[in-house]
């Protein structure tokens, strides 16, 4: 699919009204009748609907997957399934004596543009509030320069102050509204302000992008004008910085901390007066729709960086209780059955997994040794397994069979159409799962409150006209790439809920037949943890961040040949890997946070990760080191490595964990010192018992000097009752003891807040 310098908004209703006008359903039948079917995947529906209609109908490829809902009273055949084919975005195609639902390119790429145009459309709409609130501040000079500087200070010293806050920070200064003042900010929106249509798309479909003045094929190019904004930034961070200078305090060893991107802009080592060399602006990887996070790099003609920042285009994307809408006189609430309430108390506010009305923050914290970290915080976490009845239970294991949406949010669906007296056809995302249910835990759930909910948390589209109700995602394209595959989730949750512990080939088999990890307010992440919470928030904890999942699904993908060499910690050459696995390693390279690491000239491999812009250089941009891509000529150098681990627990339930010596020294230091709680807020680790851990690396090797490194981990619980601490081998506790000692020292520098990341293996 290709734009043009601008999208047009084409609907893709439209298309389908046309197909739609072409179609005969034969002879009108005068025969009406009712149906009604909970919601299934469409082939199963449709073959039970065929039946009450009398005429045969299916659906071909994908669009039999799509999960539907259906609650008709006295139709005809022919407005039922034009209906169905309006809310699916499909077209029916006469085949033999009956009928098939095709979705053919035509229309996938019709939804596709129409997603485009809208996500464009809302970027616009952020990004000239931006622009108008940097018009009114004029320019930036010394007062600008000493504001801005002086609330970098203050958030600096507010962190440190409720570093023991158990991962809750709150401060008083509202540094969203400050966010857009800095340089970085103001250049961004500048050349974000002169992207075409087709740039935005790109910018917004939910993938690491990276503009530049002279591309390569792995980049876009900057618009026309991108040169003089670029240097008036040079001359705004000069200023800026002369004023941060003179803020910075020695304890706080080169730390910086950004919040919702504020506070991330830095000055480097370039030479301003020889002008700009290099510029890039960049994308972080994410979610299609999310509210793009854009970093931006300047470096002068050597590639040494001049300055960088971040800009957070549209508030952070969090979820948020609905507003409560004002309902109609005589609104009487939606029944919903016992099992619906008892899934919705699950999923609701609260409960484990849930961030619905919590208060969520993006923070990214980077020091001057390189290290770097990014993650959302929020108050309150889970950690225990909830109680579920015997029949609820026994349909969460069955997702396959009793489909997720079947409940809260298919019997609202259905109360709304008998309360409104409509006929109803609804086709809704997997996203709508949480937010549906979180609506039907607050209590009795009104018509015109789930009206509201749908279309706004839920991102839903409502259509109520000519005695129907059509319901269909806002972004049916993302929906279908999103969809949770029910079989393969079904398959690793009876495993799950045998055994009470996943291998690492299980959750790979589970990966490599989902498009998506599993992500916080997801209902295959939500499943996982009803089953068992420690284990899944431990198993996703490793797979749900910065490729991993791409990680794991290369695993699964290993022919034989290949888990010959990994089992032998051999080699296998880049050329002999499948398309498929190509791709995986590509996505890995230019779609994760860290990307791959350098071999510096002389130096030692750069292995720390660097999220969200912290420490990059130009030389270290994954697009500049593999301007073609990744190539064929490299290898995979596999090396497997058995060690003795330790399986935690909390005695208060919740939190388990496989730890290295050194992540349990880790543990015990934060248990030790208050100020760092705020890495983990989880009940502390006090059970413990031996276990084994295989731990599988894999150095992809592009060139002699570009890398990537991915390691997965499969851990066999132990076998002995959990005990104290005291009871683990003495030549274990030494190790620990040893590096409890190392951990203690060099959190003791620097007045709280840490001057070394927690150990980033044995988890």
Not at 469 to 493: E, Y
């Amino acid at each position: 699919m290709g734009f043009g310098n601008t999208i047009m908004k084409r609907s893709s209703l439209t298309i389908l009204g046309c197909l739609l006008g072409a179609i005969s359903f034969g002879q009108e039948p005068t025969e009406k009748f009712s149906f009604k079917a909970p919601a299934g995947p469409a082939s199963a529906v449709l073959a039970e609907l065929s039946k009450a209609a009398k005429t045969p109908m299916n659906a071909a490829g994908l669009v039999g997957s799509d999960v539907i809902l259906l609650n008709l009273t006295d139709v005809t055949v022919s407005e039922t399934m034009t209906k169905i084919a309006e809310t699916l975005h499909a077209e029916w195609r006469k085949e033999g004596t009956g009928w098939v639902l095709y979705r053919g390119s035509n229309l996938e790429s019709a939804d596709q543009r129409a997603e485009a145009a809208d996500r464009v459309a809302q970027f616009k709409k952020s990004l000239d509030e931006i622009l108008d609130a940097q018009k009114k501040q004029g320019a930036f000079n010394d007062a600008a320069a000493k504001k801005l500087a002086d609330a970098n200070k203050k958030m600096m010293q507010e962190l440190n102050r409720q570093s023991g806050n158990g991962g809750t920070f709150r401060f008083s200064t509202d540094f969203g509204n400050l966010e857009n003042q800095t340089p970085a900010s103001r250049a961004i929106a500048g050349i974000l302000g002169r992207m075409s249509d087709s740039q935005l798309a790109a910018l917004t479909n939910g993938k690491r992008v990276v503009f530049s003045l002279n591309p390569t094929r792995m980049q876009l190019a900057m618009p026309n004008g991108s040169q003089q904004i670029l240097r008036q930034f040079i001359q705004e961070v000069g200023i800026y910085n002369n004023y941060n200078r003179r803020n910075e305090q020695a304890q706080n060893d080169g730390r910086m901390i950004v919040i919702n991107g504020f506070g991330g802009d830095q000055a480097g080592d370039g030479d301003p007066k020889l002008g700009v060399g290099y510029a890039i602006l960049t994308t972080q990887p994410g979610r299609a729709g999310a509210n793009p996070f854009v970093t931006m790099l300047v470096a002068d003609p050597n590639g040494k960086t001049i300055g960088s920042g971040q800009l957070l285009v549209g508030n952070f994307a969090r979820m948020q209780p609905n507003a409560e809408a004002k309902a109609p006189a005589n609104e009487k609430p939606i029944d919903l059955s016992p099992l619906a309430q008892e899934m919705a108390k699950l999923v609701g506010p609260g409960s484990a997994g849930s961030v619905m009305g919590k208060r969520v923050m993006t923070v990214a914290i980077g020091g001057s040794g390189g290290g770097a970290a990014m993650f959302t915080m929020a108050d309150g976490e889970g950690g225990k397994t909830p109680v579920l009845s015997d029949e609820l239970r026994m349909k969460i294991l069955q997702p396959e069979i009793y489909d997720p949406l079947s409940f809260a949010p298919g019997e609202l669906w259905s109360g709304y159409a008998d309360s409104k007296g409509r006929d109803l056809i609804a086709y809704r995302p997997d996203s709508c799962f949480t937010p549906l249910n979180q609506v039907a835990a607050g209590g009795a759930v009104l018509p015109s409150a789930l009206l509201s909910s749908a279309k706004n948390a839920a991102q839903l589209s409502v259509v109520d006209q000519d005695g129907w109700t059509l319901v269909s995602p806002k972004t049916p394209s993302i929906a279908r790439t999103d969809k949770v595959n029910r079989i393969g989730l079904g398959n690793i949750l009876k495993t799950l809920n045998r055994k009470q512990h996943l291998t690492l080939d299980e959750w790979a088999t589970f990966a490599s037949g989902q498009a998506k990890a599993p992500e916080e307010n997801d209902f295959d992440n939500q499943y996982l943890r009803f089953i068992n919470t420690p284990v899944a928030e431990y198993g996703i904890s490793q797979f749900s961040f910065n490729g991993a999942w791409e990680t794991l699904r290369f695993y699964a993908s290993l022919s034989t040949a290949q888990r010959l060499a990994l089992n032998q910690s051999g080699r296998v050459p880049m050329n002999t890997l499948s398309a498929y696995q190509v791709g995986l390693v590509s996505e890995q390279v230019f779609n994760s946070f860290d990307g791959p690491q350098v071999m510096n000239p002389g130096g030692p491999r750069n292995r720390a990760p660097r999220p969200m812009g912290f420490g990059e250089t130009i030389e270290r941009e994954r697009t500049f080191l593999l301007p073609n891509g990744i190539g064929r000529e490299g290898y995979v150098q596999f090396t497997l490595k058995n060690d003795n681990v330790v399986q935690a627990k909390s005695s208060q339930g919740g939190s388990e964990k496989f730890l290295s010596a050194d992540s349990l020294a880790f543990e015990r230091v934060r248990a030790q010192q208050p100020e760092l709680v705020g890495f983990m807020n989880a009940p502390a680790l006090d059970q413990f018992r031996m276990a084994t851990q295989r731990t599988i690396g894999m150095l992809f090797q592009f060139t002699p000097a570009v890398s990537l490194s991915r390691q997965l981990e499969d851990n066999t619980p132990g076998i002995v009752p959990f005990a104290g601490y005291e009871q683990l081998p003495s030549d274990f506790r030494k190790v620990v003891d040893q590096r409890v000692d190392m951990f203690k020292q060099g959190f003791g520098r620097g007045g709280g807040g840490g001057q070394i990341p927690p150990p980033a293996t044995g988890r």
